[in-house]
């Protein structure tokens, strides 16, 4: 008589977690030479801004606010960049194949590198308020004005500006999936536009919209109306939450060798 061996009980075993995908794509960040030198060289740009400051504006421009305000469009221009290699970097390393093994569900891959870079982008803003008190310091001991005054909304309007920027990389990482060619057409498509927006008078009504670097612009101060809130978020839907959503389908679907 021969007996029929019990059934092996598999058990599921559960997938990571978002926070640990997120740690995982934080680390990744500076895993390659290139991510730890664009890290690095946030923190470098915003030291110089700083003592270039120190070195050849009037004393009495010398304060808290000037220092962090002055910091934040340098910083912006690399923040899109990292946002590209956060990305596209599973295709160029080739990498996507074990990434999207081990974790199946596309989906929470691409939500946990968003939010690494969004962490990363408000960790730059931190920096530059790191360097401003700094640059404060230095300002009021060399006999600078040293002034502390400080509108925390400037901060709060910093951290969405420098969050919109590492957006704009990532969606266009996600909708293009190739490393150069995102990095030219992100810097390219705004630089044209706003080109021909000025240049061409038919275009000035929509550039008021469309032009983030119309847009973007009050977030550096500490004021934004109602109206400038709407023409933003009018420009972020194309220059973000468009590049992301087809770019997020795209991902999803490409076959990945």
Do not use: C, Y
């Not at 895993?31 to 110089?48: E, F, K, P, Q």
């Not at 420098?162 to 990389?169: D, E, M, P, T, Y």
């Amino acid at each position: 008589m021969t007996t029929t061996p019990p059934a092996t009980v598999r058990r599921a075993v559960p997938g990571p977690s978002l926070a640990r995908l997120i740690g995982v794509e934080l680390r990744k960040l500076g895993d390659t030479r290139a991510g730890r030198w664009l890290l690095a060289s946030i923190g470098l740009i915003a030291a110089a801004i700083v003592a270039l400051q120190l070195r050849f504006v009037d004393d009495t421009a010398q304060t808290f606010t000037n220092f962090f305000t002055a910091s934040l469009a340098p910083v912006a221009l690399l923040l899109p960049v990292l946002g590209i290699l956060s990305i596209t970097a599973e295709w160029s390393q080739r990498t996507a194949l074990t990434t999207f093994a081990l974790v199946p569900r596309r989906e929470r891959v691409i939500v946990a590198k968003l939010a690494a870079v969004l962490l990363a982008a408000l960790a730059s803003v931190l920096v530059s308020l790191a360097v401003a008190a700094v640059g404060t310091l230095l300002s009021g001991i060399t006999g600078g004005a040293g002034s502390w005054d400080f509108n925390p909304t400037v901060a709060g309007h910093a951290a969405v500006f420098q969050s919109i920027n590492v957006l704009i990389g990532a969606g266009f990482g996600l909708l293009l999936l190739n490393t150069p060619l995102a990095i030219v057409t992100s810097l390219l498509l705004p630089t044209v536009w706003g080109i021909l927006s000025a240049m061409i008078a038919a275009l000035h009504g929509p550039a008021r919209w469309l032009d983030t670097s119309i847009t973007m612009e009050p977030l550096l101060g500490p004021d934004m109306t109602a109206g400038q809130w709407g023409r933003l978020a009018v420009s972020l839907l194309v220059w973000v939450v468009a590049p992301l959503a087809v770019g997020m389908v795209r991902t999803l679907r490409r076959e990945v060798h």
